[in-house]
């Protein structure tokens, strides 16, 4: 797949793929929200990086939602899908109507 992130004449793309992918809201004024887990080919290099937290800097001057640097880092290592239910030992959580 490739990503393409453009706002003010800033853009930047980067071509990978999936590694996992999951619905993390849904949220009445703008559909489904994902959260997923990319690995790009060729990796993203510092050049890259620059390049990529310049246009997500000014995505969020726009009043766009942009995970921080640090928050990117601490999720470097990943996590895994929520388990079932059966396996949590507690009642499904519901989402909540406005």
Same mark, same amino acid.
């Given at each position: 797949? @490739?990503?393409?992130? &453009?706002i003010?004449g800033?853009?930047?793309? %980067?071509?990978?793929?999936?590694?996992?992918?999951?619905v993390?809201?849904? !949220?009445?004024?703008? %559909? !489904?929200?994902?959260?997923? &887990?990319?690995?790009f080919?060729?990796? !993203?290099? &510092?050049?890259?990086e620059?390049?990529?937290?310049? !246009?997500l800097?000014?995505?969020?001057?726009?009043?766009?939602?942009?995970p921080?640097?640090k928050?990117?880092e601490s999720a &470097?290592?990943?996590s895994?899908?929520?388990r079932p239910?059966?396996?949590? %030992?507690?009642a499904? @959580?519901?989402? %909540?109507h406005?």
């Open positions: 797949m @490739e990503m393409q992130v &453009a003010s800033r853009r930047w793309s %980067g071509k990978g793929r999936v590694l996992r992918c999951h993390s809201a849904l !949220v009445r004024e703008d %559909g !489904v929200r994902y959260r997923a &887990a990319l690995q080919d060729p990796p !993203v290099d &510092a050049v890259d620059e390049r990529l937290d310049a !246009v800097l000014e995505a969020a001057a726009h009043g766009y939602q942009v921080r640097k928050s990117l &470097a290592a990943g895994s899908y929520p239910d059966s396996q949590r %030992g507690s499904p @959580e519901t989402l %909540g406005s």
